[in-house]
Structures are given as C-alpha cells and as structure tokens.
C-alpha cells in the first residue's frame, strides 16, 4: 500500500471490544516496513472495559499470563486521509495471533467467519447501517437546545452548521454518506451510510462512528452513542438492513411477493434475536432504552412498514430487504453484524419459518415473545444458545460475557445518588 502524497503520519486502527477505535501512529518512513510486517500490540483491547481496565483474571488472559501480545496488519483497500488532520492518514488492521492465525479473541475475524459461510454458497450479504447519537455540551452533558427538532432543516441551532460540517468532512473521508437529520430526541442525531457488502459497510460504521466523535470535539461538543442518555428522551438505536444476493439477484424477491428463502431467512432473524440481545445490547443503560411504546422493540415481533416491530420486511418496487432495530448504537458493529448474519443463514438451513406477522402495534402483540430486559437476562440466552457456540469461537463467546459481566459490576455495586434521593428519610 502506498502513501498518498503528502502523509507524515499512518493511524494503524482496530476495534476494541467495544468497537471503539484503537491504535498506533506510524511516521511514514516505518510504513513499507510495518505495512508488510504489522505491529504488535497487547491483546488486552480485545477483553477490557470500557475505560481500558485491564481485568487481573479472563477467560484469555491476565496478569498471570502477563496479557500477551496479538499483531495487526493493515487491511489492503482500507487506507484513507483524514482530511481535518492534514498529513494523517488511518488504516484498519485485522488482528492475528504472532504465529500469524486470525485472533479468536478479534470480533472483525468473527463476521469474516460468518461471512465466508455465505461466500461458499455464492451468496454476498449487503447491508446498512444507521446509528443515532446525540451531540451535547461537554460540561453539562446537555443539549444546546431546549426542544427537539425532528427533521428540522433550518431552525436557528447550531446543530444546522455542525450537521452539514460533520458530513462534508465524512464525505470527504471517503464513507459513503446518504443523509443526516435531527432525530427524535433533544440534541439527537442520525447519519446514514449506504449500503454496501457487509464487511465493507461494518468497518465504514465504525470509521463513522469515531469520526463523528472527534468532529464532534472540533465543535466544541461531545458526540455520544450511548442508549439511553436521558430519561424522556429517545434512545440512541442501531438498525442493521440487509439482503442477500447472488449474481446480481436479489434472494429475498420473488414474482409475487417475498420468497421462500426470505421467509426462512426471516424465520432465522426471529428464531435467534433474544440469543444474540447481548451483541447488541450489553450495558445496564441499553436495557434502558428498550421500553414499551418507545418506538424501540421489546419483543421478537415482525412486519411491514411498522416501527413498533423488532424485525421490518421493507418493499420497495418489488424488492426485498429486512431491518432488524433491537440494537444499540453502542454495540461492537461486527459481533451484532455477524449475530444477524448467522442467524438468518442458520434460518434458511434449517427451513425455519417466523411466527405471525405483526399487523398493529407489536407492545400489545400477544403473538410475540418478550425480548431480553436485562444484561442477566441476555447473558443467560448467549450461553444457552446452541448456535453462538456454533458460529463463533468460544473463547470469544466466553471471554464477551466475562468482559460484559465486570462492566454490569462496575454499574451494579455501587450505591447511586438517586438511591439515597430515594430511601433516605422514606425508609
């Protein structure tokens, strides 16, 4: 990979268990030399917290084994200038193990897992992926405004101007953005991507999802992708659209309506959506956000254009695609990728069919099974999922939980101001 003229600096990233970006700065002279050997790290990234706590005890590894390093490489077709930071470029790198076979450890080399899957049966999964976030005063943590503005084009904020610069400077990083808009929420925000093959699509989100939140910080702002960041206000989700395609046609349509192999493709996505909630959802604040009559799902229910539903089969001239909307816009982009992936694979292997279609209001659904409500909860259906332990490594499986239960912990122990506001001179 050549530089692009101009570059003093590479940006060797990776995705942290949390699909936070992580990485090392290359001065452009160490580039062929690192670019062909890649770069040793320690594999704690892989199973730390949220604030880089390196845990003493893990499934895979710790103190006594002295957190032992992992390698990436950049990934030929990734490299891009980051056009506020003149002369930096970043690249994405996948993870090894140093005798150079993919890290178990490594989320990315699980939907690449997954995907292979789908390639030997010619089959190229293409989706999209939209985050929400919201953008607020760094001191305060509130929004600059007092109310919202759905689809507000021009309403005197600064999120106007900030908008518009955060998506020119995407657009120029080279991601393939459709719109922006004000959400349904104070000071929230979405901006879409295109859809594109499902590797391809999950490293452009993460790619977006840091970029946002450094642009946000060239404002003055802090862009944050957390669930539930207000009580009364919407929750910040992450709906994941896809379709399969094999030479040029679309699996999911058929003459007359959606066809058999998007039913059993569904079937899967319904079957699985409660195994896989901790993909998706790992946090004590995630589960805050799945609430009833919040336009977020609590169930497994599906249907057409309903945005009570977990699952949506959209049509559009004929053509197919599904939106599965249980997932929070804090969750690792490839584990809950790859969840939905193997899910709707397993679907169509084994000719599963999905419950009854949703046609009013899914809360009061008394067809649909109740999703996850708490981090217990969606531990407890990862592990006793047949299928996570069949399409992912389990010292993956394993080592998520145990990183997962340490930050449920950290939330749980202690005790909270709105406990003592609460109790104190009522009991």
Known sequence: MKLPEGIHTVEMVFADVFGVLRGKKVPANQWPRVAHEGSHIPGAPLYWGVRCECPDESPAGGMDEGYPDVVIKPVVGTLRPVPWRPGVAQVFCSIENPDGSPSELCPRNALVSVLSEYEKEGIDAQIALEMEFYLLDPETHRPLISQMNTYGVVDGSPYDAILTDIMTNLVAYGLPVEAGMQEYGTGQMEITLRYDRALKAADDAIFMRSAVKELAVKHGLVA???????????GSGLHIHQSMWR???????????????????????????????????????????????????????????????????????????????????????????????????????????????????????PNAKPLPRSVPAAIDALRGSDLAREAFPALLIDTYVDTVQREYQAIMQPVSDIERTRYIGAI
């Not at 944050?224 to 919407?234: Q, R, V």
Request: aromatic share 12%; net charge negative.
């Open 247 to 365: 030479d040029g046609v679309n699996l999911f349509d058929a003459v007359d309506g959606p066809s058999e192999y998007a039913m059993h493709y569904l079937g899967g996505l319904q079957r699985r959506i409660g195994e896989f909630s901790l993909f998706g959802s790992w946090s004590v604040n995630d589960y805050k956000r799945r609430q009833d009559f919040t336009l977020c799902p609590t169930t497994d229910s599906w249907g057409g254009d309903n945005r009570t539903v977990a699952i949506r089969m959209i049509e559009a001239e004929g053509s197919y695609r599904f939106e599965q909307r249980d997932p929070c816009s804090t969750s690792n982009l490839y584990l809950v990728v790859a969840g939905q992936l193997a899910a709707g694979l397993d679907g169509v292997r084994h000719q599963l069919t999905p419950g009854p279609r949703c046609e009013l209001n899914a809360y009061t659904d």
């Open 224 to 234: 944050t992708y957390m669930a539930k960041p207000f009580d009364g206000e919407s």
